[in-house]
């Protein structure tokens, strides 16, 4: 199971990638047309990694949740009494 932290820690390189596209983009307003081209061509890659990472996160949490639901189920199990164990309850009284 997918451990909180790691979604912290997904969250924070989701984070920084958004900070970095973001110098990116303020670079190539104000560079040269080879050189836009090249900031372009990075920009794009850190857009696709924050895209990538962004939907890697909503995949956690999804998980994160089918995990917690069916903890909270097992739980449930656990604590229900069984028909058998009622009987005996009764009967000790």
């Known amino acids: 199971m997918v451990e909180k932290h790691e979604v912290v820690d997904a969250l924070v390189t989701f984070g920084h990638l958004l900070q970095d596209e973001k110098h990116l983009s303020e ?3 104000g560079q040269a047309s080879a050189d ?9 890659r ?6 990538s990472l962004a939907a ?9 949740a089918e995990a917690k639901a069916r903890n909270m189920a097992a739980q449930a199990l656990i604590e229900t009494p069984t028909t058998r164990s009622k009987r005996n309850q009764r009967k000790s009284k």
């Open 27 to 29: 670079q190539l307003n």
């Open 36 to 44: 836009r081209n090249d900031l372009q061509e990075r920009s794009e």
């Open 46 to 51: 850190i857009t696709n990694k924050a895209k």
């Open 56 to 64: 890697e996160i909503l995949e956690v949490n999804e998980r994160l």
